[in-house]
């Protein structure tokens, strides 16, 4: 089954990390783009992060500087590094191969003090 399954969020400070976690599976995710995109409440799903078959990297310009997303093609997974949270970043965080498969269950990411 092609499926893609993120992990990794929770409540975190203002200032803090989180590092997401989206694991492949049905399918090698090193031979697709892969992006993470969110969801706030009240908003539309954003883009944030992708990544290329070749590991070139784009970011979305509100987590530039502060957010990376990579590969571990040995574990088929795909990571976003979050670093000096926001509060205006909590947000469901989905990951998924653009053509290939549908959004995962998502990760709720909370940043409060």
């Known amino acids: 089954q092609v499926q893609v399954v993120e992990s990794g969020g929770g409540l975190v400070q203002p200032g803090g990390s989180l590092r997401l976690s989206c694991a492949a599976s049905?399918?090698?995710?090193?031979?697709?783009?892969m992006s993470w995109n969110r969801q706030a409440p009240g908003k539309e799903r954003e883009w944030v992060a992708s990544?290329?078959?070749?590991?070139?990297?784009n970011y979305a310009n509100a987590v530039t500087g502060r957010f990376t997303i990579s590969r571990d093609n040995a574990k088929n997974t795909v990571y976003l590094q979050m670093s000096n949270l926001k509060p205006e970043d909590t947000a469901v965080y989905y990951c998924?191969?653009?053509?290939?498969?549908?959004w995962g269950q998502g990760t709720q990411v909370t940043v409060s003090s």
């Open positions: 990544i290329t078959r070749a590991g070139g990297t």
């Open positions: 998924r191969a653009p053509g290939k498969t549908d």
């Open positions: 049905g399918f090698t995710s090193s031979s697709y783009v």
